[in-house]
């Protein structure tokens, strides 16, 4: 097995969220690769509604804090709700 398999299997076993440093804000998403892809797009966002390097507010991949419980329900309100980011600022 090699290295990335090993932690594809480890990511696998948790709960993954994109915490938005700054605003304090973590968004459920249903797996490492999900929420990876949401940050970049995110930090993409940002830099192109010019938001000012001197404000914090730094989306990372991040393990979900709370409950099993807790990320199912945040990850179905989140679904049901417009999160996309690939829009104009």
């Known amino acids: 097995m090699t290295k990335e398999e090993r932690l594809?299997?480890?990511?696998a076993k948790l709960l993954w969220c994109?915490?938005?440093l700054g605003p304090d804000e973590m968004i459920p998403k249903e797996s490492y690769e999900a929420a990876e892809k949401h940050a970049t797009?995110?930090?993409d966002f940002l830099h192109?509604?010019?938001a000012p390097d001197d404000v914090?507010?730094?989306p990372i991949?991040?393990?979900w804090p709370w409950s099993d419980e807790a990320h199912r329900r945040e990850l179905g309100r989140v679904r049901s709700s417009d999160t996309?980011?690939?829009g104009e600022p």
């Open 8 to 11: 594809a299997k480890q990511r």
């Open 18 to 20: 994109v915490h938005i």
């Open 41 to 43: 797009e995110l930090i």
């Open 56 to 58: 914090l507010c730094l």
């Open 61 to 63: 991949v991040a393990r």
């Open 84 to 86: 996309s980011c690939k």
């Open 48 to 50: 192109r509604a010019g």
